[in-house]
């Protein structure tokens, strides 16, 4: 008999929900919020607020979609962390609610999680198309830098990370210093296209094992910002394609350098990436070349999979509602949580 999943996804800025049965995506409706870009940020009381305007009728927008009746759903999957607070305890209560009025189970979903299994949503018609156990995982978000060996659905091991900022996190930062519009990962991205990766340096820090590190590197942007434009108050505007291009190219240098040691250490050749990051042409580039040279089964989810949105949730949710997990009404949602 087929599994009808709910998912309600709102862990930062964007409200988002799907209907997936089994593992067919019959729905993903998400609904942005514009308010944040002129304070160069997420808000957290402006998300949360917003979030309550919208999830009602992104909620319904994805069942009519999907031409599913709320009798059919068998269970409703949830954002339940990390994130911000606000922003969960309006998606968790949401969910809760529902739960009860529909009487059916709720079913809890690591956000972080939810990025790495969004490689086995299937859409309608189409065949499965999806890393095999086990894979290792490059997560790159705006708030988590990972690398997780992916053992099955629900066994994940995270063998490297950030100690301080994420990836995603350097390019906005680094993208908010040159004057660009938030979030400024994509901008970063489209001006690289135009300039010279090798133009400037920019030192790459020295960590341990596998795991990451990327305060010192928007540290060090900052100060060499600071330094040319007291010589040239016209540098950044006169050199930004290059600047956007040599700082991409070094993040990216930065994550790779783990990753490629992280297969050589496990043997693994099946290869994925997740996360917003996950979105940057040049990272998605740069896996292709190196999965070729290495031989790597390389795979790169589709756009819509790699920012927040609750089709990731509801396959998570899905995996976990076979495996017999469900979650009681009394949980809370942690904006902190470990895969």
């Not at 994940?156 to 995603?168: F, K, N, S, V, W």
């Not at 990766?197 to 590190?213: C, D, H, W």
């Not at 990051?277 to 031989?295: D, F, H, I, P, Q």
Request: charged letters at 20%; a neutral charge; hydrophobic letters at 40%.
């Amino acid at each position: 008999m087929a599994i009808t999943i709910l998912a309600i996804e709102s862990s930062c800025d964007d409200t988002s929900a799907a209907v997936i049965r089994d593992q067919v995506l019959l729905s993903n409706i998400i609904a942005n919020q514009d308010v944040h870009q002129k304070y160069g940020g997420v808000i957290p009381e402006l998300a949360s607020r917003a979030h309550q305007q919208n999830i009602i009728p992104v909620v319904h927008r994805a069942l009519e979609v999907a031409n599913v009746g709320v009798g059919e759903v068998d269970a409703i999957a949830f954002t339940n962390g990390p994130g911000l607070l606000g922003s969960l305890l309006v998606g968790t209560s949401f969910a809760k609610g529902l739960s009860i009025s529909l009487n059916v189970p709720l079913v809890e979903v690591n956000h972080l999680q939810g990025h790495i299994l969004a490689h086995f949503i299937q859409k309608p018609g189409e065949e499965p198309n999806h890393p095999q156990f086990p894979f290792l995982c490059l997560l790159v978000s705006g708030g988590h830098s990972q690398i997780v060996v992916v053992r099955g659905p629900l066994e994940m091991e995270i063998i490297g990370q950030t100690l301080d900022d994420a990836a995603g996190e350097a390019f906005d930062k680094c993208a908010k210093v040159m004057g660009l519009p938030y979030p400024g990962g994509p901008f970063i991205d489209k001006l690289a296209a135009e300039g010279n990766p090798k133009a400037f340096k920019f030192a790459k820090p020295q960590i341990p094992e596998l795991n990451y590190s990327f305060s010192g590197l928007k540290t060090s942007f900052l100060y060499f910002l600071r330094d040319r434009v007291a010589e040239n108050p016209n540098f950044i505007e006169e050199n930004k394609a290059d600047l956007c291009a040599s700082i991409q190219h070094t993040i990216i240098a930065v994550l790779m350098d783990k990753f490629v040691k992280a297969t050589k250490l496990t043997g693994i050749r099946e290869i994925a990436v997740a996360g917003g990051v996950s979105a940057n042409s040049g990272l998605r580039s740069t896996l292709v070349e190196e999965g070729k040279k290495r031989k790597w089964k390389v795979f790169i989810p589709e756009f819509g999979y790699t920012t927040d949105n609750a089709a990731m949730i509801g396959i998570t949710g899905y995996f976990k509602y076979l495996n017999g997990e469900r979650t009681s009404l009394d949980v809370a949602p942690v904006t902190r949580i470990k895969m």
